[in-house]
T-cell receptor, first 114, second 114 residues
Framework: KQEVTQIPAALSVPEGENLVLNCSFT??????LQWFRQDPGKGLTSLLL?????REQTSGRLNASLDKSSGRSTLYIAASQPGDSATYLC?????????????FGKGTKLSVIP | KAGVTQTPRYLIKTRGQQVTLSCSPI?????VSWYQQTPGQGLQFLFE???????NKGNFPGRFSGRQFSNSRSEMNVSTLELGDSALYLC?????????????FGQGTRLTVV
């Protein structure tokens, strides 16, 4: 059974700092890994999808890396802004018998202090 | 293109009642998955529908059910509501044919059971 862990559970940084969020998973046989952002009481916004064959994926100030062999992914946020404050979740898909479901970590709650 | 639409956004129900939530996926997507999010358990998979068929079901009691219509819109139903059913219910829209693609989520329905 796939398990996904995100450390730390919460992180507070001053504005302008670069930061790294961590995600680890137990079963390295994954298709991809997806990073999401969630604002309080809202749905999930997809940030990046990184395929199993990729090492990195970039979107603006965000960079996600994937190391399947070690079961790890990191989300790097450059020059953090107060608007980046949210909970960040990583998820990996399980596909059995043609179905599809995501297994999520518990998330990292990020606070960027002006 | 239009995103994933969930209705209603908020619901307050009394214990013992039943409730129906709706999800309209992105145009062209044939897979709809449902997740329950609570502070204690995080995001948990409920079920996935593809082309009007349930392909997979999570570990939830039979009070939780769903269906999908020919236009890919999906509904989930919870009968005999319990206080513990209070949660944010999220649906995800996917292509469904190519499993190695991005999942897009709606804004969620916040259900409060009193």
């Amino acid at each position: 059974k796939q398990e996904v862990t995100q450390i730390p559970a919460a992180l507070s940084v001053p504005e302008g700092e670069n930061l790294v969020l961590n995600c680890s998973f137990t079963d390295s046989a994954i298709y991809n890994l997806q990073w999401f952002r969630q604002d309080p009481g809202k749905g999930l916004t997809s940030l990046l999808l990184i395929q199993s064959s990729q090492r990195e994926q970039t979107s603006g100030r965000l960079n996600a890396s994937l190391d399947k062999s070690s079961g790890r992914s990191t989300l790097y946020i450059a020059a953090s802004q107060p608007g980046d404050s949210a909970t960040y979740l990583c998820a990996v898909p399980y596909s059995g018998a043609g179905s599809y479901q995501l297994t999520f970590g518990k998330g990292t709650k990020l606070s960027v202090i002006p | 293109k239009a995103g994933v639409t969930q209705t209603p956004r908020y619901l307050i129900k009394t214990r013992g009642q039943q409730v129906t939530l709706s999800c309209s996926p992105i145009s062209g997507h044939r897979s709809v998955s449902w997740y329950q999010q609570t502070p204690g358990q995080g995001l948990q998979f409920l079920f996935e529908y593809f082309s009007e068929t349930q392909r997979n079901k999570g570990n939830f009691p039979g009070r939780f059910s769903g269906r999908q219509f020919s236009n890919s819109r999906s509904e989930m139903n919870v009968s005999t509501l319990e206080l513990g059913d209070s949660a944010l219910y999220l649906c995800a829209s996917m292509d469904g044919v190519n499993l190695n693609t991005e999942a897009f989520f709606g804004q969620g329905t916040r259900l409060t059971v009193v």
